[in-house]
């Protein structure tokens, strides 16, 4: 059974940096699609950034393009999400998502595994 494991979440002060990592011990990222979403209090979870291992092809939500990249280290079975200037509104949980149905990437229904999160909390 497929296991993601995150870390790398914490607490930063508006316009710091924080880099997510994803670890799926066991699993062969390489040629996958692989995606983060967050969800952040009373609000439902959203997609923010996925990615097909294999090319590199990546897709955004709108709010975090040009701050959040998603890479994947295939030979070490990880992909992180590097977050630069943050924002209060980034604050959530972010979760690490794997093997697709064949839906939108960007599209909670379209994983079955997931990991526990690891919580982000920005401070203005």
């Known amino acids: 059974q497929v296991q993601l494991v995150e870390s790398g979440g914490g607490s930063v002060p508006a316009g710091g940096s924080v880099r997510l990592s994803c670890a799926a011990p066991?699993?062969?990222?390489?040629?996958?699609?692989m995606a983060w979403f967050r969800q952040a209090p009373g609000k439902e979870r959203e997609g923010v950034a996925c990615?097909?291992?294999?090319?590199?092809?990546?897709r955004y939500i709108d709010p975090v393009k040009g701050r959040f990249t998603i890479s994947p280290d295939n030979a070490e079975n990880i992909v992180y999400l590097q977050m630069n200037s943050l924002k209060p509104e980034d604050t959530a949980i972010y979760y690490c998502?794997?093997?697709?149905?064949?839906?939108?990437?960007?599209?909670?229904?379209?994983?079955?595994?997931w990991g526990r999160g690891t919580q982000v909390t920005v401070s203005s």
């Open positions: 066991g699993y062969f990222v390489r040629n996958t699609w």
């Open positions: 998502a794997a093997q697709t149905t064949g839906g939108p990437c960007l599209t909670d229904s379209t994983y079955r595994t």
């Open positions: 990615i097909y291992t294999g090319s590199g092809f990546a």
